[in-house]
């Protein structure tokens, strides 16, 4: 039955990419088409199971609504009113046949925090907690059979934290065993090693000083089928904000050396870089508004001095994880035989933390792997890591005026590629043949995209452009008409528009692009258009002119500030042509050769009208070491909805008719536009 369970659950996953961009009735419609086709794959599932996961699939797409409140032991309160989409319920493990400790979760009442965490728990099982001061997970008060471990007493712990505001000291439990050092399971009594089926750790784990012997802890106090369940800080929403990554070197480092204390370096990073986001220090998935500093950098270094000379025990973060890099940490130390856990089920962020159960067998399976596939599980986690970290420079920049940090920190606008490497043959700086018009042609060989005219060049035909043909049609003519374009690549465009009357100036942004147009002004000839060379945004931020035509084919999806492009336009002229790819999930998720370009989770913006739009980062690869690259400066670009792009354009004031579509295009979905302001219609 788990099996089929799995298979099921394994086709939605795949479903969930596109089911989670449609809303309203199309959605409603499209989802009973598939679980329809769904149930029937799996129609010997029984009638509980089958309800239990139908609406396991279906609570991952409801909105979620979740109240955030920090606990004094550093955790974060979550009460989800809804199943949230950030805490994955299909990863709680199904019940073993026949187990009395696993069971499933009720999907039938609202899941707390707690509930969750402890899906995989039975009420019977035997717990032992780590450090819950006054928010403990499973509480003996709830009717847990619970063992708690903390640093010291039930008494003492009441009296620190009395007076603290939103802490409840009659929460806190009375302590069954004191932790003062050296390993976890040392403060249990021998006789209760290996009886525990569940060891539970909210927010405890990234203060080990050495976070090996706290997972092998575990191991000695567990039963063979125990589960760790653990609830961890995502460093990219909370305090931890701007500390780097944990690595694994770093873990074996403090195991070699058997800490029990924390280091002066990992002292002072705590300090100096603890950040608070609007005055508190953990925050979830929002704009981080008001980032400031807890402590001086003189506190910092004042602890750095002193913590080796203190004789109480210095509580501080010393581990830092995203979802992907606490599975990569535990797969490396699995391969190496430090430990034996492997992490059986990981939620993503939800608030400022995530959760994960490790189950044992990690170094039997890590051992199972060739150095190949081991290095392609690396190589995927770590990929993953800097995908989780394009969440959080998002969250960042959604609440930064833009010029507020340098462009080089922006999703996919990195820093310029490089130019390909050219060989002294393929660009002599003299030549030896004889004299004639087509040897302009020559210097670019290989990089031509144009089929031009006379000479020796690409194969496209832009010099004879059924969509130029179809602008003219809705503009009348072009006759007379003063014309900007932009990205004219090779000028086959500018040569259509002057031949038809209309004097253009175009401006190229790749220099040997430029080059390029240079060489067929001369040799088709084109009269009539001037090419600059330049950043045609900063032109267009600085324009005074007014044009009665724009020109704007095949730019937009190179752009990663879209909508600026488009408000610009917007400013310049009452008539426009765009010609441009725009996103569509079910085309390109379809598309194995394009699909591998895109990050498929949109980032929201809205408009200077107050409109909702959806971004796609979409990434070059390899593209850019082609000869004849012909895309932006960046290392990507964003694409855009259909809907949105037409959106923006009406809301700028703009009527849109829209043109040729090409839903098969080789480099993604594409269609013409043609915009005009009514008023300038009738002029």
């Excluded at 598939?34 to 409801?62: F, N, P, Q, Y």
């Excluded at 939103?166 to 009886?195: C, Y």
């Excluded at 770590?382 to 999703?411: H, M, Y």
């Excluded at 014309?483 to 004097?503: C, D, I, K, N, S």
């Amino acid at each position: 039955m788990n099996c089929q369970l799995n298979q099921a659950w394994s086709g939605v996953k795949q479903f969930q990419k596109r089911f989670d961009m449609f809303t309203g009735g199309g959605f409603r419609a499209l989802a009973k088409r598939r679980l329809r086709l769904l149930r029937e794959k799996i129609g010997r599932l029984d009638r509980s199971h089958w309800r239990a996961w139908m609406k396991l699939m279906v609570t991952k797409s409801l909105p979620r609504d979740v109240h955030l409140a920090t606990g004094g032991n550093g955790a974060v309160g979550t009460k989800i009113t809804e199943a949230p989409r950030g805490t994955n319920l299909s990863h709680v493990r199904e019940p073993e046949q026949g187990s009395e400790i696993c069971r499933s979760v009720n999907l039938d009442d609202p899941a707390t925090r707690d509930q969750i965490l402890l899906a995989p728990v039975a009420r019977e099982a035997r717990i032992i907690e780590i450090g819950p001061s006054y928010n403990p997970i499973a509480p003996k008060a709830g009717g847990w059979n619970t063992k708690t471990l903390d640093h010291t007493t039930r008494e003492k712990l009441i009296a620190h934290y009395r007076g603290h505001a939103g802490v409840d000291v009659n929460r806190i439990e009375e302590v069954d065993f004191i932790w003062t050092g050296g390993l976890l399971a040392d403060a249990v009594p021998k006789a209760l090693h290996g009886t525990f089926d569940a060891f539970v750790a909210s927010h405890v784990i990234e203060h080990t000083p050495d976070l090996i012997a706290f997972l092998n802890s575990a191991a000695v106090l567990l039963k063979a089928n125990g589960v760790v369940a653990l609830a961890i800080p995502d460093k990219r929403y909370c305090f931890d904000y701007f500390q780097p990554l944990t690595t694994t070197g770093q873990l074996l480092e403090a195991h070699a050396e058997q800490r029990s204390r924390h280091t002066r370096r990992i002292a002072f990073d705590h300090r100096a870089y603890a950040v608070k986001n609007g005055g508190v220090g953990a925050w979830g998935q929002q704009p981080t508004k008001e980032l400031g500093f807890f402590h001086t950098i003189g506190e910092a270094r004042n602890l750095f001095d002193s913590i080796e000379k203190q004789e109480d025990y210095v509580d501080l973060h010393a581990w830092r994880f995203t979802p992907a890099s606490f599975q990569l940490l535990l797969l490396e130390l699995a391969r190496l035989g430090e430990t034996n856990w492997c992490v059986d089920r990981i939620t993503p962020a939800n608030g400022c933390e995530f959760f994960a159960w490790l189950c044992r067998g990690g170094a039997a399976r890590a051992a199972s792997f060739s150095d190949s596939d081991l290095a392609e599980q690396r190589l995927a986690l770590l990929k993953r890591t800097l995908v989780e970290t394009k969440d959080q420079i998002d969250w960042l920049l959604a609440a930064e005026s833009p010029g507020a940090i340098p462009r080089t920190t922006l999703p996919m606008a990195v820093l310029p590629p490089p130019p390909p490497a050219r060989s002294e043959a393929a660009s002599p700086y003299f030549v030896d043949w004889f004299p004639a018009p087509e040897n302009a042609a020559r210097v670019f060989k290989g990089e031509w995209s144009s089929a031009v005219p006379g000479l020796p060049t690409g194969k496209m035909g832009l010099f004879e452009d059924p969509r130029i043909l179809w602008f003219e049609e809705r503009l009348g003519s072009f006759a007379g008409l003063k014309v900007l374009e932009l990205g004219p690549l090779e000028g086959g465009h500018t040569y259509m528009m002057t031949q038809r009357g209309a004097e253009v100036i175009a401006i190229e942004g790749n220099l040997r692009a430029w080059l390029r147009c240079l060489v067929v002004k001369q040799a088709v000839p084109i009269s009539g258009a001037t090419f600059l060379l330049g950043d045609f945004t900063k032109y267009l931020e600085t324009n005074r002119t007014r044009f009665d035509f724009i020109l704007a084919s095949g730019v937009l999806y190179h752009m990663v500030d879209p909508i600026g492009l488009l408000e610009r336009l917007a400013a310049a002229s009452d008539a426009l042509g765009l010609w441009t790819h725009y996103f569509d999930p079910n085309i390109l998720e379809l598309r194995e050769d394009l699909r591998s370009k895109f990050d498929f989770k949109p980032r929201i913006a809205e408009t200077s009208h107050g409109r909702t739009v959806h971004f796609y980062d979409y990434s070059y690869l390899k593209a850019q070491e082609s000869k004849g690259f012909c895309g932006g400066s960046g290392a990507g670009s964003i694409w855009m909805l259909r809907e949105d792009i037409l959106g923006v354009l009406e809301d700028e004031g703009f009527t849109c008719e829209t043109g040729p579509e090409y839903l098969d295009h080789p480099n993604g979905p594409s269609f013409c536009v043609f915009a005009r302001r009514p008023h300038a219609a009738n002029a």
